[in-house]
């Protein structure tokens, strides 16, 4: 198995990598999910986070056992083009380059109108094309100086992204009907698969957090274990998020398909829980560019390195 001297430093270790996970995964999609899987299957919701929760386990499995093998940096770039060859490694480099531009754009706008819902001036022209630069070069600047700074930023942002959650999630409890959380019915294999499906989105990008492969301190060790971490915490987070929710809200969660966590915050705290959840929103939006901009240059990188895209290496 080839393994290429990068030049790089070894300095993210389990938490630095556990936190890089959890940021990608844990994105704005979990602020809305708990009412479409609600619309689902009711209270037996939880029932299709336990069956998403093991599928997506098994798949990164097998990430655990190639990352720690593979420990160049690339992630799934280096892992295809290391089992598959040159070609499809390019291929795969071209669509998460391609991917990685789109979705940073798409979250960047989301960001900047979910400020000018509460600020009015977010929605001049040239604020929004200042805030963009500032995002992106400030992002750029910290990751250049070194992967400590970029995945230290990564941690602080992660933990700032949860704290919404954790506070609704703790205070939440209290606020619980038992009852709403009563089975009516024993769900059907077809509406397990059918929530699945869509629970799926909500589990996705882990992959992406071992792009960094080639500064991740002891590999073969760190990886299985990050993996490990980060997903079974998001497992329980979102369990956590769903019973919460559903057990404030009962069926009428499914009524607010657009911002189910905010409801159920207000009906917790007041007007100032919608407040927090929408702060929260736009932390986990801001948080996700953050891993963005440490994970998608680091594909850029690798591809030079191999030659598999015309570009040369810094």
Known sequence: MKQKEEGLKREVGVFGLSANIVNIVV?????????????????TSIVAYLVCGVLIALIMLCFAEIGSKVTNTGGSFAYIEEAFGEYPGFIAAIVSVAAGVMADAAIA??????????????????????????????????????????????KVITLLKLTPL???I????????????YWE????IKQIGETCLILIFAFQGAESGLVIGGEIKNPKKTVPKAIFLSILSILIIYILIQTVTQ????????????APLAAT???IFGPIGYTLLFIGAAVSMFGF??????????????????????????
């Open 27 to 43: 994105g704005a999609g979990i602020f809305v999910i708990p009412a479409i899987v609600t619309q689902k299957m009711g209270s």
């Open 109 to 154: 706008n989301a960001l900047i109108d979910i400020l000018a819902a509460s600020f009015e001036f977010f929605n001049l022209e040239t604020v929004r094309v200042s805030f963009f630069l500032v995002v992106f070069f400030g992002l750029g600047a910290i990751n250049i100086i070194g992967v400590k700074q970029g995945i230290g930023l990564v």
């Open 166 to 168: 954790f506070i609704l």
């Open 170 to 181: 703790i205070f939440g409890f209290k606020d619980i009907d038992i009852h709403n959380l």
């Open 185 to 188: 019915s024993t769900p059907t």
């Open 247 to 258: 057990g404030v809200m009962g069926i009428e969660l499914a009524n607010f398909k657009e």
């Open 265 to 267: 915050a207000e009906v």
């Open 289 to 314: 560019l953050t891993g963005e901009i440490l994970n998608g240059p680091r594909i850029l990188f690798a591809s030079a390195r191999d030659k598999v895209l015309p570009i040369k290496p810094l």
